[in-house]
């Protein structure tokens, strides 16, 4: 395992003891059992200038991770930049062999134009010996002087082609460039974090093979809420699709171009209520902004609607928490890495398209624009 895992695997192990034990605090004068119990026994006396500096370490921990998901990213993309630029070197040096063809082609041409000369071509012609003779050779003289023009005007587009070909390629290396910028950025600061956890560390070298006993226990808890959350979401959409909605779960009034509806937050939570799936989840709507979260395991995520399709809403979560600690977005984005949770109201609006979605306390309001 390298130091930056083990660095890691020390802060979430850290500070998911730190956070379980802030949660569950005031039950644990009855006697606590489990792995657990020594290390919340331990933690309880922590001060919350600890906490704050256990939580800030989560927040680098989260970056950390942001940042090399983005250092793939670009290694990614600079790959990609050079199979382009190698293919297209080779469009360019096809091109340039071509254009050393044509230029040879027309030397031959004007070589044999100049050898002899306009009056020779004149006194061909005129040396016909019949009409038919005297046509044909007019012919041959206008294909030629023909060809020599086209090859002309070839030559001037090889010769245009083989400069954008040469701009694009200077093009895609400045890309190329500010990709590598960027990325030896995001070293630097990858580096620059990971010093300052491993400063913090060096402080708390006594108490780090005490944590590190409980690691394997403690990682459990953050990499199992994944795989949950993603079961939980796929159940959520699931269900709003099959389309189990009280009677009166969307209220509607109705203008003349349009339908404005409103399903309340109740008829959302009845639905998963009903789930045995969903029974920890819970969903809560404010003015501009949707909440789902899990109880049972902390977290907390908040962010709006956006409409994905015709009569289909998906939730894009933009800030959240674990145990009380903020979610920056790439842990985010990771915890939806599967897909996010999708709403198909085909059920309740049929084939009528949705115009417009907005959060309000208590219930989501939907303009909806009626399709006979």
């Not at 016909?128 to 206008?142: E, G, P, Q």
């Not at 023009?149 to 890309?175: D, H, P, Q, V």
């Not at 949707?290 to 015709?310: A, D, T, W």
Request: hydrophobic share 40%; glycine share 6%.
């Amino acid at each position: 395992m390298s130091k930056v895992q083990k660095i890691k695997l020390f802060l979430i192990s850290g500070l998911v003891i730190v956070f379980v034990t802030m949660a569950f605090s005031p039950f644990t004068a009855a006697g606590r059992a489990g792995p657990f119990g020594e290390v919340e026994d331990r933690l309880v006396g922590i001060s919350e200038e600890e906490r704050e500096i256990l939580k800030n370490l989560f927040t680098l921990l989260q970056e950390i991770e942001e940042i090399e998901r983005e250092e793939e990213e670009i290694t990614q993309e600079i790959e990609l930049m050079n199979r382009e630029i190698q293919d297209l070197e080779m469009v360019i040096a096809g091109e340039e062999i071509a254009f050393k063809k044509k230029q040879e082609d027309l030397k031959q041409v004007l070589k044999s134009y100049q050898r002899r000369g306009p009056g020779s071509y004149l006194e061909i012609i005129l040396d016909s010996d019949s009409l038919a003779m005297f046509l044909r050779r007019i012919n041959i003289l206008r294909d030629l002087t023909r060809n020599t023009g086209e090859l002309l005007e070839s030559l001037e587009e090889s010769s245009e082609k083989l400069s954008a070909e040469k701009t694009k390629r200077i093009e895609k290396l400045l890309l190329m460039e500010i990709s590598q910028e960027k990325l030896r950025d995001s070293l630097v600061k990858k580096l620059e974090l990971k010093e300052e956890m491993e400063a913090f560390l060096v402080s708390l070298e006594e108490e780090k093979e005490y944590y590190q006993e409980h690691l394997a226990n403690i990682q459990q808890v953050w990499d199992q809420l994944k795989p949950l959350l993603s079961e939980i979401t796929q159940e959520f959409s699931r269900i709003i699709e099959a389309g189990n909605w009280p009677p009166d779960a969307l209220k509607t009034t109705f203008s003349f171009f349009s339908i404005k509806g409103s399903i309340d937050e109740k008829a959302l939570n009845d639905i998963i209520t009903g789930d045995s799936g969903l029974q920890e989840m819970a969903l809560r709507l404010y003015q501009g902004k949707f909440e789902m979260s899990l109880p049972k395991q902390h977290l907390v995520l908040s962010g709006i609607f956006i409409i994905e399709g015709e009569q289909v809403l998906s939730f894009q979560p933009n800030e959240g928490s674990f145990y009380g600690m903020p979610l920056e977005p790439a842990a985010i984005e990771e915890l939806f890495r599967e897909g996010y949770p999708v709403l198909n109201l085909k059920p309740l609006i049929g084939n009528n398209i949705i115009l417009s979605i907005e959060s309000m306390e208590g219930y989501l309001e939907l303009q909806v624009k009626p399709v006979l």
